[in-house]
Structure formats: structure tokens, C-alpha cells
């Protein structure tokens, strides 16, 4: 119970939360329209999903400064790649929320001229970037860990046996030898992964979230299951990151 | 700039700006309801207040717990007027969360058959029940402060200056009133939490006291009140001394 009401009095957790039951009922409401469910279940289901939308634009009204403070933060980063792309993706993420204020100035009606379904498209547009980019310092990091995995096993264990088929008249076939880099590659993968948890939770939150911008955008339209799923998986790994804080990836 | 995003970071914080909101436009639509000009401008301000109420209900989903455990912790206090006042603030106040998320069910069509009347009206008792402890938790601290200062002897002195002082300009008409005004000013000035938390709890005893029918004033009063103790709520989140506690 102590912990409920530590975890509730961040307003971020409460965000989270309202975001996994948003697209938890998405989840619902695809999965009664396949059933064949009634009519107006469906929608008290949608109803509820709009007002869960609405009331979290309401609730991240102030988040363009927090994400212009993190961008500022963000500046003083010493790797030169990991500045770029997460100073960038704040600032996306800065012009998400605008775009987020001015489509609930929109839906609550205090500016009607506002055109949603252009406000709407843009800001996808600035969450798509600022995913990119996410998932970008997400393969830079890994790339790194990787290759100080390698070298760390290259110094550990002797060099392999050469490849003795180089003065051979075989003809070069590119396929048994690619086998065990690929092979050795997908283990130092799985390996930096496994040992990394903050950097699997991230990859895979941003991969789970990348699909709801792309199928709003009709980029890769995927159907508003899939969507649900994606957006439910991704909220709860984002709580556990809030109840767990050594699993946030950090800077 | 920092303060403000630690601010808003927190839950409550932004629970407080919303309904500081809420009630503002609950004022400025009674203060424009009868200019005819303003029509559009009191039909946004109404849907901004509908909304912000809908948001805040929403947001409220999880606080029944927050006051439970508000209540357990307050039941181990040692000094029993404060444990009974404040621990029956509490229980009211987690009966009146329990109200409100029914209430948020039925607006949002969970709940298709209850009397949202009857339950909306067992809210503002809860919340009413709640707010009167709290006030008689305050008026006991008042007590306990000017019985401390009666006892201060710096405060005696200053009394007696007072009262000798006031007899050139005028005689006081009850200086027996005139002492134990100036006691509670002194004591209320000391502690400016005190004074804070009273004020924030009269404020807030008109909002259901309106609701409930015992006192009927009007919305602009109703949205005044709320407007001030939803601003003294952020001043004592925004600068921890001043708040009460425990």
C-alpha cells in the first residue's frame, strides 16, 4: 500500500496508467468487435477509451517544458551521438506535446477553428522522429556494448583456428563462413541484451510504440488490435521502469 | 522554471492548478452569466470547467487508498484529540473518493442504473463530515497555541502594552474581548499554517454546505471560495512550511 501511494503521487505514473487502460480498452474493443459483441458495449467501450484520451492531454498540459528542461539537460552529454540523437528527440518530443495542447484546446472546444485531423497527423509526425530516434541511441548503445563484449572475449579466450581454405581451389562460397558470423553476432546480441535489462526494456518499449504512429499515419497500416497490444505492452513496460528506476535506461 | 516542473511533477500539484481552474471559471461564468456579449466566451468557459472536472475525477481513481493509508497513519498518533480528528477526517474523505469513483463510473457508462443524485449527494456529506473535523482538528491547535502564548511570559508584556496602549485611544468597549482577540491574532500570526489551514477549510465547508442546501449562497460565492483554497492548497504544496502538520 506504501508503495501504491508513492507510485500514485507521480504525476507521470498516473499518466502511464491511464495510458495502458486507454489502449487496453482499444485491445477490448477490437477483440468484441471480432466476438460480435453488442452495440452499445462497444460504445461505452470507445467512450470510455475517448474520455481516457482526452484526460491525458489534459494531464500532460505542461510537458513541453519538461521535455525542453531534459533537452537542456540533454546539451551537456560528452558522447557526441548520444547528444545528437537524444537532444533531438526531446525537442521532438517538446513539439509532440504543443501539437498534443493544441489538439485538446481543439476536442474541449475553447478554440474551434482547430483543424484536428491536421493537428493530429503532425503530431504523430513528431512522435514517429522522436521514436526514430529513440530506437537510434538504442542500436548506437547496443552497437557499443556489443563490441566491448567482443573484444572482451576476443582478450579472454585464445584466437580461433584460421580459415586453412584460403590456398584451397574451392570455390569462395560466401554462405558457411557468413553462418558463424551471423551466428556468433545473434550470440553477443542476445548476450549484451540478457545482461542489460534497462537497454532490452527501452529497445522494446520503442519498437511496441513505434507502431501506433506508423498505422495512424497510414505509413504501415496494422488494424487496431495489434495497435492496442503494442500500446498496452509498451505502457506497462514504462511502469515497470517508474516502479523500478534502476531499469530506466540512463542518461 | 525547475520549481514549476518539479511542481507539476507532482500528482497533487497538478490536481490543485486544475481545480483552481475549474473553480476560476465557475467564478468568471457566474461573474459574465448576464452579459449578453459574452455568450460564446461563457459557453467555452463552462465546457473548460465540465472538463476539468472530468479529468479530476478521473485522476481521483486511486486516492480511496491515498486516505486509507492517511487514516492508519494518523491512528498511531499519540495526542487523542488529533488522532480522533484526524483519523475521522480521513475515513470521511476516503467514503467521499469511494462516492466520486461511482460517480465517474456512471458519467463514463460503466455503471448504467444507479441514482447518480443520491450518491452525488452522499459525496458532498462525506466531504462535508470531512471538512468539520478538520476545522474542529484546527480550532483545537488554535487553543493549544493561545494557551501556550497566554503562558509566555515576552507575550504577557506585549499584552499588557496593547491593552494599556489601546485605553489612550480609545477604551475598548469589552477589553476582555479585546484580550482574547488580540491573543488569537498573535497566536494565528505565529503560525502562519494555522491560519492557513482554517482559512482553506471555511472556504471549502461553502462548497457542499451550497450542495447539501443547509447554507444556500450562490455560485459566484461558491466559485470564489474554491478558487481561494485551491490557491492556498498550492501555496502550502509549493512551500512545505507552511503546511500543517501532521
Known sequence: ?251 | MDAVVQFTSQSQGRDRIFRATQYACALSVYLLRNNSERKDLVAKLKSLETNMSAGRKLFRLGNTINSIEAAKRTMQLSDRVLCLCLTAANANRALYFICDNVLWARNVGLIRDIDKERWSLNASRCYFLSLVTSLTRDVYEVIQLMAQKARDRHFRQKMELHLNESSEVAEAVIPQLDAFLFLLLESLRSHPAVALDVLKNVCDLFIPLDRLGIYQSNAGVVGFCGLLSSVIGIVTLAQPKLRLRP
Open chain 1, 1 to 251: 500500500m506504501e508503495s501504491w501511494v508513492r507510485f500514485n503521487s507521480q504525476s507521470q505514473a498516473k499518466e502511464r496508467i491511464i495510458r495502458a487502460a486507454q489502449y487496453a480498452c482499444t485491445l477490448l474493443g477490437y477483440t468484441l468487435q471480432k466476438g460480435g459483441a453488442a452495440a452499445d458495449l462497444l460504445h461505452t467501450v470507445s467512450q470510455l477509451e475517448a474520455h481516457m484520451s482526452l484526460s491525458r492531454k489534459l494531464l500532460r498540459l505542461g510537458n513541453s517544458v519538461e521535455a525542453l528542461e531534459a533537452a537542456k539537460r540533454a546539451i551537456h552529454l560528452s558522447d557526441g551521438v548520444l547528444r545528437l540523437c537524444l537532444t533531438i528527440s526531446h525537442l521532438n518530443r517538446a513539439m509532440y506535446f504543443a501539437c498534443d495542447n493544441i489538439l485538446w484546446a481543439g476536442k474541449t472546444g475553447l478554440v474551434p477553428e482547430v483543424d484536428l485531423h491536421k493537428w493530429s497527423q503532425r503530431s504523430f509526425r513528431y512522435y514517429l522522429f522522436t521514436l526514430i530516434l529513440n530506437l537510434t541511441r538504442d542500436v548506437y548503445e547496443l552497437h557499443l556494448l556489443m563490441d566491448r563484449e567482443a573484444r572482451y572475449r576476443a582478450s579472454k579466450s585464445p584466437p580461433s583456428a584460421q580459415p586453412s581454405s584460403s590456398l584451397s581451389a574451392d570455390p569462395p562460397s560466401p554462405t558457411p563462413e557468413a553462418l558463424p558470423w551471423l551466428s556468433r553476432q545473434l550470440h553477443l546480441l542476445v548476450t549484451v541484451l540478457y545482461t542489460n535489462p534497462p537497454l532490452l526494456l527501452d529497445l522494446l518499449k520503442n519498437l511496441c510504440d513505434i507502431f501506433i504512429p506508423l498505422d495512424r499515419l497510414g505509413i504501415r497500416p496494422t488494424g487496431s488490435g495489434f495497435v492496442g497490444a503494442c500500446g498496452l505492452t509498451s505502457s506497462l513496460l514504462s511502469i515497470a521502469t517508474i516502479l523500478h528506476p534502476w531499469l530506466k535506461l540512463k542518461p
